[in-house]
């Protein structure tokens, strides 16, 4: 499942937030945007998975036109977890990864035992199959963050896109989600494009780093060639020295300037 | 919920019998002269049946806009829909007095849909508090337009006046045929598309994210809510409270999946206008007291016990 953007602009207002941006993400793989507050990612996330309709330039799934495309067709192929995603207080976990299955439903059709079985089998994945009769206000940050995830995953798209799915978690819960991401692109060949805040997760479970500032693309590609001191010090004003291990790139930070 | 339905089921077959049986004439159902009957037939049982369409029309009413606005405070009734329906109502009544009665519903609705207008052009985007006193600030608005045109009018107000406080007074067959396939229809296509109406428990992404256009879904339920809301005023004028607290009673009854709500939440109006339709006639014999003044006076205390159950809710 291919998803491209040629010459995305937004703006909010004069402010101009994404200024032409090319953007291809790559097949079956994890990839990651990462930027200072403000400087887009959440934007070019929605306009990817339109949300959002860009004011310039055009997203294509599959080379066709994103916005032309009936929007439960999109749902089929692409789910989108929003930041901080919200829902109504008694609604049950179960209830909520049942909406999940929307996309895949005629009006009258009757929700069978494969979305049951879907359902079951995204609780489980999340860790939450014990959980599935409370209700989201009985359930902390990151067992509700973990909750909305298992209902993008419930969706049995191709195509994930994340708007930092680890706020709110835990180091533990943190591993586990990215955990879960890396094994749906390993096993179920998932295309995966995801926002997040740390380094080290990042070049951790990034397969494709794109670096985001004021709106364009800053540099992309792998992390080693992405996460270098002098980008980082460009787009964060951060002192950070990039060390590699086994596992792959880890940062020491020092100071910012 | 079978068994909540079959109660209130039960409690709605009781209360029709017995309002069936009310009234200055008193007779037997199984046993009846043929003046009887002709009462029964052409007076009291249309009334009854009326109540079992039209309780739907105000449960439905209330319930999508409940959804739609995310906002356990919203109705026809207090957004002002049925203020500007009443008026639109009424004028046609006093200024068209010539006018077959079942022209009634399209004035309403039409007075319903300038409502609609200017709730969308004010209240988009607020908060449940802001839609709510924009909502009584066009009810107000309405209404007292109304007044203005009750007292220059004053004359020839009797047969407005009793529509204006919601009567099923002199309700005929006419009356039922021209509500019962809009509301079998309306009805059935909101529970088709109860899956769709759900989905508004959730943000505009979440939505767009799983297929749904929100704007075209709230504009679409919109029109609805209030075609249901005006039918109904234009069938028997504007009653209070059944539209707002039904569907409230019933998410206390089953949760908040529409599908289930929707089929109690129009039980309870239905048992609600039956229950109205029969005090005003059995208490102040021989006067008919309106059903609009009983559902409103019932509705009051039950609308303090709602509130004071989410005050609570905001406090734990």
């Given at each position: ?9 937004y ?26 507050n ?14 959002i ?36 207080e ?7 990864v ?20 879907i ?62 991401l ?28 794109i ?5 364009v693309?800053f ?39 | ?48 049946i ?66 609609f ?21 066009i ?25 204006l ?29 109860a899956?769709n ?5 959730f ?32 069938l028997?004028g ?11 009673a ?16 129009s ?15 059995v ?14 006076i ?19």
């Open positions: 499942m291919k998803l491209e953007g040629n010459g995305i602009s703006s909010f207002g004069p402010h101009e937030v994404l200024s032409n941006i090319e953007i291809s993400v790559p097949k079956n793989k994890i990839t990651v945007i990462l930027g200072p403000g400087c887009g990612k959440s934007t070019l996330l929605k306009g990817l998975s339109r949300l309709k860009p004011q310039k330039g055009c997203v294509y799934l599959e080379g066709r036109d994103i916005n032309t495309i009936p929007s439960k067709e999109v749902a089929k192929k692409l789910s989108i977890l929003p930041q901080s995603p919200t829902g109504p008694g609604l049950s976990i179960w209830d909520l049942c909406f999940g299955r929307y996309p895949h439903k005629k009006p009258l059709e009757k929700f069978g035992i494969a979305d049951e079985l359902v079951n089998t995204t609780l489980e994945k999340v860790g939450l199959y014990d959980l599935k009769d409370r209700s989201l206000d009985q359930l902390s940050g990151g067992q509700r963050q973990r909750a909305f995830i298992a209902m993008a995953l419930a969706q049995e798209t191709p195509l994930l896109l994340l708007d930092e799915p680890t706020a709110f978690l835990d180091m533990h819960y943190q591993f586990e989600i990215l955990n879960l890396r094994n749906l692109k390993d096993k179920d060949n998932k295309t995966i494009l995801l926002v997040l805040h740390d380094l080290n997760m990042a070049s951790l479970y990034g397969d494709h780093i670096l985001l500032k004021d709106g693309v540099k992309s590609g792998a992390s080693d060639e992405v996460l270098t001191q002098e980008n980082l010090f460009e787009v964060f004003g951060i002192k950070a020295l990039p060390v590699k291990s086994e596992e792959g790139l880890q940062f020491v930070f020092s100071s910012i300037i | 919920m079978l068994k909540k339905t079959l109660i209130l089921l039960t409690l709605c077959l009781i209360i029709s019998v017995m309002s069936l049986k009310a009234g200055v004439l008193k007779f037997s159902l199984f046993n009846m002269s043929p003046d009887d009957y002709l009462v029964f037939y052409t007076i009291r049982l249309p009334r009854t009326l109540c079992w369409l039209l309780g739907p029309l105000l449960a439905l009413s209330g319930a999508i806009l409940q959804s739609i606005t995310k906002n356990p405070l919203s109705s026809p009734d207090i957004l002002g829909i049925n203020a500007a329906s009443s008026l639109a109502g009424l004028m046609t009544l006093v200024y068209f007095p010539g006018l077959p009665y079942s022209y009634l519903p399209l004035f309403t609705f039409a007075g319903g849909m300038i409502a207008g200017l709730i969308f052009l004010l209240g988009r985007r607020m908060s449940p508090v802001s839609l709510a006193l924009t909502g009584v600030a009810h107000i608005l309405f209404s007292s337009i109304t007044s203005m045109v009750v007292s220059i009018n004053s004359l020839q107000m009797q047969a407005a006046l009793s529509w406080t919601g009567s099923l007074w002199g309700k005929s067959w006419d009356h039922v045929t021209l509500a019962f396939i809009p509301t079998l229809i309306i009805l059935g296509m909101v529970l088709l598309f899956r109406l759900n989905l508004h428990q943000s505009d992404d979440t939505m767009k994210n799983l297929g749904s256009r929100p704007n075209f879904s709230r504009l679409f339920f919109f029109i609805i809510s209030v075609f249901c809301g005006s039918l109904a005023v234009g028997m504007p009653v209070g409270f059944v539209s707002l607290l039904s569907p409230q019933a998410r206390y009854l089953v949760g908040n999946d529409l599908k289930k709500v929707i089929p109690i939440a039980l309870i109006a239905v048992f609600w206008l039956l229950f109205a339709d029969f005090l005003g006639r208490i102040l014999q021989p006067i008919e007291v309106p059903v609009g003044i009983i559902t409103s019932i509705g009051v205390p039950c609308f303090f016990f709602i509130l004071s159950r989410f005050k609570r809710g905001i406090a734990q």
